[in-house]
Structures are given as structure tokens and as C-alpha cells.
């Protein structure tokens, strides 16, 4: 496809997405009434796909100057970074991370925005001197949070993740119904009657739990943290050990935002031909690498879907390569991702104004969310009356 032709495609797909849901005008309204970000430098890392454009064009109606990089190499859209580049935005996504970091970081930017919190982990690793100049940062994503929890940062980071309402709505309900969807679409497998393993029972694993038994799948989860292993129990599903419940179920999503969580041995018990689906945020909870090097036969299926060969003779069938599937495929779900989107950026406006944050994480005021879901029940009564 032409680069006229994706760009074109991208600023149509961000047209449908606000004639739906319109809380991204909504938010870019307010901002071009105060201009929060004139004269301010503000980066983002985030995945590139059309909701993000349709974040950052509203949010650049509010003043300053956006420069963008890629969170991921397997959740970029080219279409949409065509579409940012025609109007008129930086966007860095060739050579490794580091070089795209390093690229966007040469703006100084005074604000950053990021996903999976790996811009921050560069900035104050690699650039210390100039992490003392930032003025702040919002993460989103759980990963992230982890990440920045690890590092001296210098400066304010506000968690949106752990807040009250990105868990309640995005990753319970926009994961939960988005993942199925887009496994139906990539796959054609319909839910009803098939054997589901949910591996984390947080708000994703939860939503992703509850929306496939509401598809007719027989649900277990498998949970690590006692406590919310009872409310998994609680909740209605069987909460067998890990091994216990790879031996009957024909589909695995993990969903904890841990590393290798699951391993090469723990699939010695799969059944043949079992499907693997990560939805949590990066690409190596499932030991991807491992399964590659123990395969005796790989098979191209489709798209994003590969089957490889064991020397048992069974087979796995890799979702996505192990990227979050939901991303990958439909980058994510419209609504309560926008809602975030929402939140992240009167939560950058508020840190343009607020005075005395201390640095490291803080979690995002209640005030800001209340913004948020006023701004979202307002599209929502301008999208269905
Ligand atoms: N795909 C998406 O669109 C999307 C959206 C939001 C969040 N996420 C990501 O999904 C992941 C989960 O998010 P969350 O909000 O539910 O996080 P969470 O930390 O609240 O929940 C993760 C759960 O996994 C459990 N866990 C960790 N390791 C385990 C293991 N080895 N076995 C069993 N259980 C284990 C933890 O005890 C925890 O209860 C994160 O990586 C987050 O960034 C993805």
C-alpha cells in the first residue's frame, strides 16, 4: 500500500473511532481552550497504533511541541506513522529501541508519556543529567509501573495504571471483551465448550476469565497470590496448579506481565495442539525462544499464527508470537483505552500546573479520574443519545 494510502487509511480508522466514542475531542476541546503545553516539549512512547494518533492530535491542540517513539516493534502500524508524519509530528520507530529512545530523547522533552516504562528506564540510565531537567511523566501500563519502581527517577512519575478506574474499565473489560475478539477474528475458533486456562487473575485475567465463560468456554485460572486465587474460587472457576491445568486446557492466556511464566516444561503436559495467547503487556511470558528451539517442525499457519512440531509428536499452536494479541490484531479496545488516553492527558495538564510532587511514582489523583469518567459518560450519551 501506498504511504498516501495507509496514511489515508489511518485518518479514517481515527474518524470512526471518534464518531463512536468521541471523548478524544471532547479532551482535545478543553485542551485547545487553556493551551496547557505552549512552549513545553512533551515525548511519548507508546504503541503506534490509530488510537494513539487519535490521542495525539488532540493532544497537540493544546500547544507544544510532540515528538513520538515506538513501545514495540510488533505493535506499530507504518499506516499511522505516516498519518503522524503528515501532520506534521516527529515520530521515531527505525534502528533498535535504544537509537529511537535516543532519538526522541534529543528533543529534551520537559514531559514524557510512556507505555511499558522503557523511555524512562533510558532517559535515567543513560541520560542522567538531563532526567534532572524533566518535569514530569505518566505511565500507563503495569509494566511500566514495575520498571520506573526499580529506578531513581528525579522527577514525578504519576501511575495511571493502579488508579481506580484504567484496572476497573481498560483492563478488565477492554481486554476481557477485546481479546476474545480478536482471537475470533484471527482464528475463526468460536469460545462455547472449549477448555480456557487463564494464567494471572488480576483485572485482565479476570475480565479474560469472566468474557469466555460468558462465551460458553470452560474457564480455570491459574493465580499465584493466594488471595486473589480465593476470589478466583469465590468468582466461580476451578484454580488448579499450573501443570494441573495444562493437561485439559486447549487454549493458555497469560496474563500476568511476568517474565517466562510459562516455560518450555511447563507445556510437557499439553495436550496437541494447544493454543497459546499472551495478553499481558510484553512479548516473553510464554518462553517463545524456547518452544523455537525445541520444535522439530514449524508450520506458517496463517498470519500471526504458527504451529510447531515437538519432539512428543504434539503440537502448539503461538498466537501473535507472544505479543499481546489484543494489540497486535485490533490495537486494543477502542473505548477504555481512549479512556485512559483520556486520563493521560489531563493528567500531563495537571503537570503543567502542580507545584511540590515528589519524585518517584505517584498514583493519579482521584480528582483527574473523576474528569475522565465525566468526559467519558458525556461521549457516550453524544454517541447513543
Ligand atoms: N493486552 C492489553 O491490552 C493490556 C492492557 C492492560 C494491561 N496489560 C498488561 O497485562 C498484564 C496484567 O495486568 P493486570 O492489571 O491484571 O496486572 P496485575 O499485576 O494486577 O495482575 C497480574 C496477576 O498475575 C499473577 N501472577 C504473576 N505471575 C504469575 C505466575 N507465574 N503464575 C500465576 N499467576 C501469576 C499475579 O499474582 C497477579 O495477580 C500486565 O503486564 C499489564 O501491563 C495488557
Not at 34 to 49: D, Y
Not at 297 to 305: E, G, R
Amino acid at each position: 500500500m501506498s504511504e498516501l494510502k495507509r496514511s489515508a487509511r489511518a485518518a479514517a480508522e481515527v474518524s470512526r473511532i471518534n464518531a463512536f466514542f468521541p471523548i478524544m475531542p471532547l479532551l482535545g476541546n478543553r485542551l485547545a481552550s487553556v493551551r496547557p503545553f505552549e512552549g513545553l516539549t512533551i515525548g511519548v512512547s507508546a504503541h503506534l497504533t490509530t488510537l494513539t494518533a487519535a490521542l495525539v492530535r488532540e493532544l497537540a491542540l493544546g500547544g507544544g511541541t510532540w515528538v513520538l517513539c515506538a513501545a514495540s516493534d510488533a505493535t506499530t502500524d507504518y499506516a499511522v506513522v505516516d498519518y503522524l508524519r503528515d501532520n506534521g509530528f516527529d515520530v521515531y520507530t527505525s534502528g533498535s529501541r535504544d537509537d529511537y529512545h535516543s532519538a526522541l530523547l534529543s528533543h529534551e522533552p520537559d514531559l514524557i508519556a510512556g507505555v511499558g516504562g522503557t523511555l524512562l528506564d533510558t532517559l535515567v540510565r543513560r541520560f542522567p543529567e538531563q532526567a534532572e531537567r524533566v518535569r514530569g511523566a505518566v505511565e500507563v501500563s503495569k509494566t511500566g509501573v514495575v520498571k520506573v519502581d526499580d529506578l531513581d527517577v528525579p522527577f514525578p512519575v504519576v501511575n495511571i495504571n493502579d488508579g481506580r478506574l484504567k484496572p476497573a474499565v481498560e483492563n478488565r473489560h477492554g481486554v476481557g471483551e477485546g481479546l476474545w475478539h480478536a482471537v475470533q477474528s484471527l482464528t475463526g475458533m468460536h469460545l462455547s465448550g472449549r477448555r480456557v486456562g487463564v494464567v494471572g487473575y488480576g483485572p485482565v485475567g479476570r475480565g479474560v476469565a469472566a468474557y469466555a465463560r460468558a462465551a460458553g468456554a470452560a474457564v480455570e485460572v491459574v493465580e499465584s497470590d493466594p488471595v486473589r486465587r480465593l476470589v478466583a474460587h469465590y468468582d466461580g472457576f476451578p484454580i488448579p496448579t499450573l501443570s494441573d491445568c495444562i493437561t485439559r486446557a486447549g487454549i493458555v492466556v497469560t496474563c500476568t506481565g511476568g517474565r517466562s511464566v510459562l516455560s518450555l516444561a511447563d507445556l510437557a503436559g499439553a495436550p496437541d495442539g494447544m493454543v497459546l495467547i499472551n495478553a499481558g503487556h510484553g512479548g516473553d511470558e510464554i518462553d517463545i525462544p524456547a518452544i523455537k528451539r525445541a520444535a522439530i517442525a514449524v508450520d506458517h499457519v496463517a498470519d500471526h499464527v504458527v504451529s510447531y512440531k515437538l519432539q512428543s509428536g504434539r503440537t502448539l499452536l503461538v498466537l501473535t508470537d507472544g505479543h499481546p494479541l489484543n494489540i497486535v490484531m485490533n490495537a486494543g479496545s477502542p473505548e477504555p483505552v481512549l479512556l485512559h488516553f483520556a486520563l493521560l492527558g489531563l493528567t500531563l495538564e495537571w503537570l503543567t500546573r502542580a507545584t511540590d510532587l515528589p519524585p518517584g511514582l505517584i498514583t493519579v489523583p482521584p480528582d483527574l479520574e473523576n474528569v475522565a469518567a465525566e468526559l467519558a459518560l458525556t461521549a457516550l450519551r453524544a454517541a447513543h443519545g
